[in-house]
């Protein structure tokens, strides 16, 4: 299939033009420059294309976002009709509109436990730049002001400005830009297949939580302001914890009366069959930073949901928070996340990702892998999963160059029409919500011709 839009414009125009003037993410923009970029044009339902006409099956959603697929109408109408009525206004100055109060009504129905109040921002990095402000003013409001530092974990991910990347634990980011910034500090993170040695993965699970109990002990508790962790680690690789991990990261925190944060950017709404990932491992956030799915990824739209336990502190204490975005709740942003959660809610999406799409492929997933010689675990659950490349399946033995080898394999997958991203050597896919058996067929079938090429190519198969 060929796009629908006339282009005047070929892709190396495109391409000359992003040389020219783009800095791109997360990448060496001087070797992109020679090779030039993919230039995506359409999407609709879980495929792409690009303007050469290749078509692809997105098993990343785009970035990990677009979780009720590519083209929905109700959301276009939706940002239509508020672009018509309201284009803009924003929630300062003792001003509100009803997007905003519309959407947080059907989000805090959706929200399991006891949350009352949002912050909305325009991304997750924001959504956990605002975190930070916030628990250290929920800590100076609860009479606790000597709370000030946050534990994160090595390679969490939680976002690319200062404060967001310095709770992030990726080296690599820390080493350019002098991060993290005071009052950061990192535990390790529960990666069974790395670092799990002899340990059973529930011994592991436990040992890496008493790692916080030891972490806050050290620091003093009184210092402590909050542990921040995605419920599974997206871009560090898609990391699934041992289950005895997470009831045991709650009981610290309580003990030591530390806020627990989970950074749900991924794992909220709807990713693994339940509407947020801390349900999947049965624990219960302080706060949840959200993003991606809220809006599908059709515009930009995050937020910090807080507990009514801070929500209300926070109210009630009075006096000015000085806090606030200019887009922070943006109408438009706000009449889209509506309609998203909606269509996902009215249509059982989330459902379906728990009782048929994500069981199905979890089950063709492990039918297709277990026995690769490739492949030394498989991870996830729902829609969303990781494949791990090993050189020896008995003693977890990874390739050393494990980046190069998972990275030859996505440019592979875009080779046979199928997205699958790499993070260290991890394959992982996140497909739209919305992708149906037949789809999840071809996306098993092509990330197999993948990995079976990759396997050749090194000498495996
Ligand atoms: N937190 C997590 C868990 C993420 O995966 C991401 C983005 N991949 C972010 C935060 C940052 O979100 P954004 O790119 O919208 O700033």
Redesign the pocket.
Known sequence: MTTSRNRSRSTRDYQQLDAAHHINAFLDQKALNQEGPRVMAEGKGVYLWDTDGNKYLDGMSG??CTNIGYGRQELIDAATRQLQQLSYYNTFFHTTHPAVNELSELLFSLLPGDYSHVIYTN??????EVLIRTVRRYWDVAGKASKKIFIGRHNG????TVG?ASLGGMKFMHEMGDLPIPNVVHIGEPYWFAHGGQLSPAEFGRQCAQELEAKILELGADKVAAFVA?PFQ??GGMIFPPESYWPEIQRICRQYDVLLCA?E??GGFGRTGEWFAHEHFGFQPDTI?I??GLTSGYI?M?GLVLSRRMGEALVEHGGVFAHGLTYAGHPVAAAVALANLDTLQREGIVERVKTDTGPYLQKCLREVFDQHPLVGEIQGTGLVAALQFCQHKPTRQRFANENDIAWRCRTIGFEEGVIIRSTLGRMIMAPALVINHAEIDELIDKTRLAVDRTAAEIGVL
Do not use: F, M
């Not at 991304?123 to 956990?128: F, T, V």
């Open positions: 970035l990990w991304s997750g990095s924001e959504a956990n991910y939680h976002g690319s967001s995605e997206g871009a950074d950017v991924i930073s993003a991606k930009p995050g």
